[in-house]
């Protein structure tokens, strides 16, 4: 069974530094990798999307990264400001045989940035 | 605007009183799900639906059930609630068919539910 993991739990940093946020997967059978934002009381919004046979893709400050063949994704943020604090969640499509169109979260990392 | 709507988004209900949550989206998207948030837990999949009259179980359909009659709409059923499913709910949905894994979601509001 995929477990996804987020490694911090919780972040919280000065405005104008640069983040990382870890996610991990336990299954590497996997279609593409997605980040979400979530801001308190709302749904989530899509980030980013990489396919299993991407390294990584950008999107403004943003930047995520995948190794499937190690298990792991990381989120990259530059120049962090006050509007970027919110809960971030990877999840994984598996791909592997009766998980297909499953899709796996990790439990989130709550990030602050305070001005 | 594109979007994926969900009703109610509050709902406060008693134990046993069947009662059904609405998704529904204008993006023509093939794939749609339902997921339910717990704090510590995180967000666990009940059910999905690849296309129409095609739906299949998550992690967690147990007290739940799903039909997918048309490509719009993808209503989650609780037949008889109990408090453990006291939660909150997302419906989403993504363009991805077969062969392609689930391509970038989009999610409704959420519906926060009660049941007593």
């Known amino acids: 069974k995929q477990e996804v993991t987020q490694i911090p739990a919780a972040l919280s940093v000065p405005e104008g530094e640069n983040l990382v946020l870890n996610c991990s997967f336990t299954?590497?059978?996997?279609?593409?990798l997605q980040w979400f934002r979530q801001d308190p009381g709302k749904g989530l919004t899509s980030l980013l999307l990489i396919q299993s046979s991407q390294r990584e893709q950008t999107s403004g400050r943003l930047n995520a990264s995948l190794d499937k063949s190690s298990g792991r994704s990381t989120l990259y943020i530059a120049a962090s400001q006050p509007g970027d604090s919110a809960t971030y969640l990877c999840a994984v499509s598996n791909a592997g045989g009766t998980s297909y169109g499953k899709l796996t979260f990790g439990q989130g990392t709550i990030l602050t940035v305070h001005p | 605007e594109a979007q994926v709507t969900q009703n109610p988004r509050y709902l406060i209900t008693v134990t046993g009183k069947k009662l059904t949550v609405t998704c529904s989206q204008n993006?023509?998207?093939?794939?749609m799900s339902w997921y339910r948030q717990d704090p510590g837990l995180g967000l666990r999949q009940i059910y999905y639906?690849?296309?129409?009259?095609?739906?299949d179980k998550g992690d967690v359909p147990e007290g739940y059930k799903v039909s997918r009659k048309e490509k719009r709409n993808f209503p989650l059923i609780l037949e008889s609630p109990s408090p453990n499913q006291t939660s909150l709910y997302f419906c989403?949905?993504?363009?991805?068919?077969f062969g392609v894994g689930v391509s970038e979601q989009y999610f409704g509001p959420g519906t926060r539910l009660t049941v007593t």
């Open positions: 639906s690849m296309n129409v009259e095609v739906t």
């Open positions: 299954d590497s059978a996997i279609y593409n």
């Open positions: 989403a949905s993504s363009l991805s068919g």
């Open positions: 993006m023509n998207h093939e794939y």
